[in-house]
Nanobody
């Protein structure tokens, strides 16, 4: 599967952005999806994950209540709605895909994902 992320940009603290990740290739519904981010000088970290059909989600603690992951399997796209953005959310954001046999599987570690999109930069100014 090929992944194309978009939607990053510059936003003031407290603002919102919506990232999109469009997939092509195998049927999108076969994949659990995730968003990760990497800030300068830091390791890549898990942000949010969603199961194949969207019934299960997971978030890192720092974004709970502010970010929402969702997917539209008909459009082969996964989204990350980011509200109440903070300067510490500044990073390159990456979408990732992993074949999942169970419909409820949500994956939270980078090693579990086999397919990655290019990063989209989110910059939050104070």
């Amino acid at each position: 599967v090929q992944l194309q992320a978009s939607g990053g940009g510059l936003v003031q603290a407290g603002g919102s952005l919506r990232l999109s990740c469009a997939a092509s290739g195998r049927p999108f519904s076969m994949y659990a999806m995730g968003w990760f981010r990497q800030a300068p000088g830091k390791e890549r970290e898990f942000v949010a994950g969603i199961s194949r059909i969207g019934g299960s989600t997971s978030y890192t603690d720092s974004v709970k209540g502010r970010f929402t992951i969702s997917r539209d399997n008909a459009k082969a796209t996964v989204y990350l709605q980011m509200n109440s953005l903070k300067p510490e959310d500044t990073a390159d954001y990456y979408c990732a895909a992993a074949l999942a046999f169970r419909a409820t599987t949500v994956l939270e570690t980078a090693q579990e994902y086999g397919f990655w999109g290019q990063g989209t930069l989110v910059t939050v100014s104070s």
